[in-house]
């Protein structure tokens, strides 16, 4: 069972900036893909960034060149920086684990950003 604790929420102006951070039990990251969703009031989760085991990312097409997602083994920690915050960026931001064995998802509790005009 992979538990996933993300971090670093919070309101912040249009334009400004927040890094999340998202801690797994354990070593997982060589044989899980990471990655970051969000689900804004009454819309779907949808897919922000997301980092292979190899290091490959891939990005939606709204936060390319604002957002970056990376990781830390040593540390079992995935990062996604927010940078230029729109918005429209508003959401609970959710890290997401995919077993590469499995394909068993796995999601953390969530964390509010709130970006305002």
């Known amino acids: 069972q992979v538990q996933l604790v993300e971090s670093g929420g919070g309101l912040v102006q249009a334009g400004g900036s927040l890094r999340l951070s998202c801690v797994a039990s354990g070593s997982i990251f060589s044989l899980y893909h990471m990655g970051w969703y969000r689900q804004a009031p009454g819309k779907q989760r949808e897919l922000v960034a997301q980092?292979?085991?190899?290091?490959?990312?891939d990005y939606a097409d709204s936060v390319k060149g604002r957002f970056t997602i990376s990781k830390d083994g040593a540390k079992n920690t995935v990062w996604l920086q927010m940078n230029s915050l729109k918005p429209e960026d508003t959401a609970v931001y959710y890290c997401n684990a995919v077993s590469m064995l499995s394909m068993t998802n796995y999601w953390g509790q969530g964390t509010q950003v709130t970006v305002s005009s």
């Open positions: 980092i292979a085991s190899g290091g490959r990312t």
